[in-house]
């Protein structure tokens, strides 16, 4: 008989956490009071968001400029954390289209078996456009633009995709 392969593993907390923070159900007021905060949180995302965006800037230009000679596994690594350090924030200061558009970047990055110079031009145009949606303060899905975005950046990935197949 197989295996089910949805099948849930549980992982067992260790004891310094359970001390730390309990164990059992969790009182539905902190749970609350916890949303509460991630809904009213008015942090400004742009110093941490142009931070990433730094970083994945300076590693492009390493690998444009040859200067980082890496292995291509090593490399998108390196492009890997920035972005998915940008989706991982991006939601949590009210930027879910950032978080989508890194989500698609990273997908891209994950299936290219090479960082050549249309590859590099994509990452570079998402860079661009993080760029403009933090400067602009598109909080929010960002509505028909954000649609635009995403879908531009997804038809992107498939001409790449495409053109490597022929």
């Known amino acids: 008989m197989a295996k089910n392969k949805n099948k849930s593993k549980v992982y067992q907390a260790n004891t310094i956490l359970k ?25 400004d995302f742009s110093p941490l968001g142009f931070e990433f965006l730094e970083k994945l800037d300076t590693i492009l230009k390493g690998i444009e400029s040859k200067e980082n000679d890496a292995s291509l596994d090593e490399q998108k690594q390196e492009l890997t954390r920035p972005v998915m350090e940008l989706k991982a924030n991006a939601a949590f200061f009210n930027y879910p289209l950032i978080g989508n558009l890194a989500n698609i970047m990273l997908g891209f990055l994950e299936t290219i078996d090479e960082l050549d110079t249309d590859a590099i031009s994509i990452v570079r145009a998402h860079h661009g456009t993080l760029n403009q949606i933090i400067q602009r303060k598109m909080v929010g899905d960002g509505g028909e633009h954000g649609k635009v975005f995403m879908e531009e950046l997804q038809n992107a990935c498939n001409r790449y995709y495409n053109k490597r197949k022929k």
């Open 19 to 43: 001390q730390r923070i309990g164990s059992g159900p969790m009182n539905p007021e902190i749970v609350k009071r916890a949303q509460q905060v991630l809904d009213e949180n008015k942090i």
